[in-house]
């Protein structure tokens, strides 16, 4: 067993870990953050990803003992409790989720996305999101709801978050 | 799924590294990135015993101007490669080939040299690295020493690198000629089928010199040098068309799920002659 | 149309969901995301062969490693080795093989469930695996459905003694003498590929003891909580009136979480066995293999017409790959295309046979559409050749061929009776935003240049049926079950409404719609309506969602409750105000007297004086509820017109899809942004299975796209942005007016772009392209036109 500490959603946890354990599993059984889900096993489809040290990475690609030391943002931390960050917030607004199990994924990848490129073409937000896969959307909504979060995040740090 | 239990060690220096490995004996691994172990280690098509994280050696991370060349650090992230300004000054290619690999989760934490070490034939570093002339540091329990590209790939998933030695850096001639790296490949996530890396020396319109190297087209990434001769003198879209038909000469393309060896080959022709055009602007 | 339609109320506006707010924030509740305090996890051992004799299984190996609880092969399951139930026998003499959840003696497919193993953690269970010591005696694998049928074919059962599973034949008219008549007959052959439904969420299943109480509850990621309840208490014998079945949030599922899996009858016979919580979450490699795939039909088609165009009639022989074991509706998946072949097509005469076919492979069952994809592909396909036979523009064929919007009702020759549709207005409206006069243009440009990227331009014009359907119609396909839906409404003391419906939703957004349907006839908001699902014991009376059917159904169903609700609370209101029932009118959620407005009483406060039973009239019961349980008159019909501009890369064989414009009618629209999403993502299906997706094996039975890895599910990369538009012509057999929209994209997308790949292609002789047209496929087909190699 090793012993990690690592910020998640801004709180510090401390533990003991297997080393073969993956850091969504972590996440998700030994912390209780079950809003980070695993869809594959061959780091195809993105549904963990969550940032790490303020990068998308797919939580399922990382050991836990990797992120030892690390800051780990999760869906359920990038707002305050009830409050809502422009991403969650151009999703509902476009209907970029229908059954949800993508969702905390593409979040992440789009939170990612735009804090590189505030910016966005269509191309490049599709080109941004390749390694997060949706089997409901058709992706069009998603692409609709980055580029909407987009503007909602250029029109000012207040706009949105509610 | 979940790994095989194995031991972790997380090392500062080389020679903790290569006192690791050596301890660890075969059934050691050197993770950093992880990003293509990680998924064969879940599959358990890989069974370590003891994983050796080299991720946080201050000497394998980063990109350092050396005058004629850069040294980039064998840990240092495809995204860390890619948008860095002297790679894409003096090595555009590789920033070109890096930001084609996987997805941008998986650039943040995959590593450049991991992806060479690991020398997947269908991976799209390696053949930037010849087209490059990249050479490479191997660190051993017998010190340092400097392997060129073309002797460094040595087949499928295998490298100079031996089982107790560590990639600690690789170099690339500074180069300014036009380059593009094209992929093939069925989804934006997918594998490529086939890729080529080209860079070209373009002097009054006319190509002076130019170093291709193909993805996928064999056991290992390889030069494609009887288009290399070829392109000498080109300067129209038909001369280059024309040299490029020499692209799968001597390859060894295998048949798989998504190609057969003889589109492959077809691939290759057709794809060199507009990697070439892209970088050549002919 | 209802009056409700016509006012000003929450139907039909683009409401934002209910449901994204915990989707959105991670606070979700998928079945993995459960621990239960005892729980114990199994991880099953799979066989890697395709077919074999187990001569060997000794499960105590796993019994000695550390946190192992239990391990049983079938032989230690014994009488708890349940069965997979099918419940579409659909002909007398179906022959319907055994399918034990453990196999015994034999496997069949890769994936086929061998052992399990139960332990105190998952990484314990899955090690543990190793320990079991297991032998195979390999045999040959039957994997190709001709090859199969053939005498001397090794046999996926030997009892049955044969592969053939089955054959349905339906005879509609005289097809040999239409085909006597007809100028022109064009045949095909077209393999409608296997796929893999790749929902997101991988099945999971928790199933637990409830203290003392013989109560067992199922929490699983399915479609199907009531009809799962129902099977797994015949399968397991436990009495149904002690299972709860509950699906919370789950994530997708097209069809493939409609079963009752063998991993589910594991999971709650062990949990009753063991006294203890089980759990089971599959991995996406156990999903590749262990949750059934869908379509894998060979499709030999022909029709039969004039040379000026107007078909005479149709034969469609089907060979349809089972797998290695029917599920739940296996073998009649290819009987819900069997009427859709004719289409929106007039024609005198309709010949379908359909063989059922046993093969080593994963088990095909219902995936999005479920039979009409397959049916819509091979006649829209058929007709764009026929048009190329005659040399005839594709359109053209279709519009003089296709069902006038004034000839509705028309009963087709299939025997099926559309209620409505415009075909002509969806497709006006599709060519309108498409630009087609100004791509054809650029096409001939394309063509006469010479251009190594030429243009295609694909066109579906589809129809499907939805809403499975009337019960005694099921009755007649020997399908056993019926097709009726269930909802109570309540209104609570306190104003707030509960909608308790027998739909159960992964995605679809029934929360909202649902609350929509009823605050048009409740007039209370729709943000005080709570919608209770997928619970049998919060909800208990259902058929769940599939076939396109949960608002079809469903919805009439709501609406008859809410209603029956309103009529209840009229008589109430009627007594508080002392007036007759008949002076009353409901407006805005109030009742109201006629003539005097300021007498009224809200339904909420109707629902009080529910609740206190101080004053109600003579008769009335207390409370303010009302249930209806809706057996619809018949199908609905959506239809629509789908138009594709592609570039096909003739020197490498890649597929570039440009544009992607859809015109549907799925009648009244609830919510309008609901019914654009679902366009979206089933068009984004249907143009994988054109382009990407394809579950392929080697001839051993060994799946070779066992993984996203080699399974290919687009990125938002792979796609283009759509261009929806609908037409709205009211279903007239459903009160709503609504017909159904979660499979209709699917279904129409995937013809509209190989016809697209093959208009592009056409001139350099090429008159097919298989599906998935990879860029190597596209490439030797043009190749192969060419008279050159391959």
Known sequence: MAHISVTVDGTSYQGEVEPRKLLVHWLREDIGRVGTVVGCDTSNCGACTVLLNGRSVKSCSVLAVQADGCEVTTIQGLADGNDWHPVQTAFKECHGLQCGYCTPGMVMAAVDLLSENPTPSESEIREGLEGNLCRCTGYHNIVKSVAYAADLMSAGPTKGAK | ?282 | MTAALETDTALGKPIRRKEDAHLLHGQTNWTDNIQLPGTVHMAILRSPMAHAKITKLDVSGALKQPGVVAAYGAKELGDLNGGVPCVWPVTDDIKMPAFPALAIDKVRQVGDCVAVVLATSVAAAVDALDSIVVSYDQLPAVTDMEAALESGSALVHDEIETNACYVYKMPCGDYEASRAKADVVVARRFINQRLIPTFMEPRSVVAAPMGMSDEITIWSSTQIPHVLRVLLALVTGIPENNLRVVAPDVGGGFGGKLQCYREEILVTNLAKKLGRPVKWTETRSENMVATHHGRDQIQDIEIAATKDGKILGLKVTLLANMGAYLQIITPGVPLLGMFMYPAIYKMDSYDFTCTGVFTNKTPTDAYRGAGRPESTYAIERIVDELAAEIGMEPMELRKKNWIKHEEFPFTTVAGLTYDTGNYEAATEKALAMFDYDGLRAEQAQRRAAGDPVQLGIGISTFTEMCGLAPSRTLGALKYVAGGWEHCTVRALPTGKIEVVTGTSPHGQGHETAWSQIASSILGVPVEDIEVIHSDTGRAPYGMDTYGSRSLAVGGQAIKAASERLVEKARVIAAHQLECSASDLEFVNGSFQVKGDPSKSQALGAVAFEAFTAHNLPPGVEPTLQAEATIDPEDFSYPHGTHLAALEVDTETGQVKLRKYVCVDDVGMQVNPMIVEGQVHGGVAQGIAQALFEGAEYDDDGNLLTASLADYLIPSAADLPSFETGSTVTPSTTHPLGTKGVGEAGAIASTPAIINGIVDALRHLGVTDVAMPASPQTVWRTIQAAKGGAK
């Open chain 2, 1 to 282: 799924m979940i790994p095989v239990e194995f031991d972790y060690v997380k090392v500062t220096s080389i020679e903790q590294a290569l006192a690791a490995l050596k301890s660890g004996g075969e059934d050691s691994k050197i993770i950093s990135g992880g990003q293509s172990l990680l998924p064969v280690l879940r599959l358990r098509m890989a069974e370590p015993s003891v994983l050796v994280d080299c991720g946080g050696i201050d000497e394998m991370l980063g990109v350092r101007d050396d005058g004629d060349s850069i040294t980039i650090g064998a840990a240092t992230t495809h995204h860390g490669v890619m948008s860095n300004p002297l790679v894409q000054k003096h090595a555009l290619l590789l920033a070109q080939a890096t930001a084609t690999v996987a997805d941008p989760a998986i650039r943040h934490r995959g590593t450049t040299g991991g992806a060479l070490a690991h020398a997947d034939p269908a991976g799209d570093i390696p053949a930037a690295a010849l087209a490059l002339d990249t050479s490479f540091v191997i660190a051993g329990p017998g010190g340092r020493r400097t392997v060129a590209a073309k002797d460094f790939f040595l087949d499928y998933f295998t490298t100079a690198v031996g089982p107790d030695e560590i990639l600690v850096s690789f170099s690339i001639p500074k180069c300014d000629w036009g380059s593009n790296y094209s992929k093939f490949n069925r989804t934006a996530q997918a594998w490529a089928i086939v890729g080529v890396a080209a860079v070209v020396n373009v002097q009054g319109g006319v190509i002076k010199e130019a170093r291709i190297g193909l993805t996928n087209m064999a056991p290992t990434a390889v030069r494609a040098s009887t288009v290399e001769a070829a392109l000498v003198g080109a300067a129209s879209p038909a001369d280059i068309t024309a040299a490029a038909m020499h692209a799968a000469d001597g390859t060894r393309a295998t048949s798989d799920l998504h190609a057969k060896a003889d589109y492959r080959e077809h691939l290759a022709r057709v794809i060199t002659a507009r990697a070439v055009r892209a970088a050549s602007g002919i």
